[in-house]
């Protein structure tokens, strides 16, 4: 089981980033899906989660508004649109597959390595 994050990268505030996350091998359920963020010095936070075929979604309300997380169970691969970046968005963004449909890191039990973004004033 792998969870394989891209995408990342360097822009400047008020840019878009597109981020994937493609899961294998192909059968793995990917019903319960999240991103997470982890900026320097601080512990990782919850972005946002997507549960069966994208019909139910939930983002931080940092995020909310911006981002919009989506899933393509043809490809099982996650998405994370990110638009109208900020500096405060920098962080490493993880992928992870849930257990159970929640926020709380504990509800997911595969992780991805993560992906650098950088946010520039």
């Known amino acids: 089981v792998q969870l394989q994050a891209s995408g990342g990268g360097s822009v400047q505030a008020g840019g878009s980033l597109r981020l994937s996350c493609e899961a294998s091998?192909?059968?793995?359920?990917?019903?319960?899906m999240g991103w997470y963020r982890q900026a320097p010095g601080k512990e990782r936070e919850f972005v946002a989660l997507?549960?069966?075929?994208?019909?139910?979604?939930y983002y931080a309300a940092s995020v909310k508004g911006r981002f919009t997380i989506s899933l393509d169970t043809r490809e099982n691969t996650l998405y994370l649109q990110m638009n109208s970046l900020k500096p405060e968005d920098t962080a490493v963004y993880y992928c992870?597959?849930?257990?159970?449909?929640?926020?709380?890191?504990?509800?997911?039990?595969?992780w991805g390595q993560g992906t650098q973004v950088t946010v520039s004033s």
């Open positions: 997507v549960r069966w075929n994208g019909r139910s979604t």
């Open positions: 091998p192909k059968n793995l359920d990917i019903t319960r």
């Open positions: 992870a597959k849930g257990s159970q449909y929640g926020t709380q890191q504990s509800d997911y039990n595969v």
